[in-house]
């Protein structure tokens, strides 16, 4: 079975500097990769996604991913964040051919510092 | 589109009560999912259905918690007899055919008390 490791709980990062938020993955082929974005008490929103191809994804928000098949890894970076960036981050697999639900991390919770 | 709707956004409940969580996917989709998240176990998979049908539901806890999806346009998610130890929030997501994005409504606060 897929499982999805964020290493990092918490992070706090100042206003304006960038960001990488870690995500590691198990599965036995390359599968779909998500990053989810969750403000306090809403829902989750899609910030990116990979299925094949280019392996650095453009997301909303001024996000981006990098996938790299040799560490099992979709970080997701920011080259500088802000306030209303601070919210949780969830990454999520999906195993190819997309016909099961999505198997999330932990997730992270961003801080950001004035 | 409105999104996917869940009611009610918040509920409040005894031990021993029945719940029930609905959710209205989004017109078109044919695939609906039910998680739950909570801090101790982060977002966990309960059951997804396609075309109405479930597929998958190994991640339903116990016998106590029970879907279904009459239609195209509504499902839920029924618990009876709730315990204190199902306190969390429940999110409904959709996606349509051939398309791996899930869109998620902005989920159900349950506690039992």
């Known amino acids: 079975a897929q499982s999805v490791t964020q290493p990092d709980i918490h992070i706090t990062v100042s206003e304006g500097a960038s960001l990488e938020l870690r995500c590691n993955y198990s599965?036995?082929?390359?599968?779909?990769l998500f990053w989810y974005v969750q403000s306090p008490g809403q829902g989750l929103q899609l910030l990116l996604k990979?299925?094949?191809?280019?392996?650095l994804v453009q997301g909303i928000k001024g996000f981006e991913a990098e996938f790299k098949r040799s560490q099992s890894s979709f970080n997701l970076r920011k080259p500088s964040v802000h306030w209303s960036d601070a919210a949780e981050y969830f990454c999520a697999v999906l195993p190819g051919g997309g016909a099961d639900g999505l198997t999330f991390g932990k997730g992270t919770h961003l801080i950001i510092q004035p | 589109d409105a999104g996917v709707i869940q009611s009610p956004r918040h509920e409040v409940t005894e031990m021993g009560q029945e719940v029930t969580l609905r959710c209205k996917p989004i017109s078109g989709h044919n695939s609906l999912f039910w998680y739950r998240q909570t801090m101790m176990r982060g977002l966990e998979l309960l059951i997804y259905f396609n075309n109405n049908v479930p597929i998958d539901d190994s991640g339903m806890p116990e016998d106590r918690f029970s879907a279904k999806m009459p239609n195209a346009s509504f499902s839920t998610l029924k618990i009876q007899p709730s315990e204190p130890r199902d306190s969390a929030v429940y999110f409904c997501?959709?996606?349509?055919?051939?398309?791996?994005?899930?869109?998620f409504g902005q989920g159900t606060r349950l506690t039992v008390v």
């Open positions: 599965y036995g082929a390359t599968p779909y």
């Open positions: 997501a959709s996606s349509a055919q051939g398309n791996t994005e899930a869109f």
């Open positions: 990979y299925f094949s191809g280019d392996t």
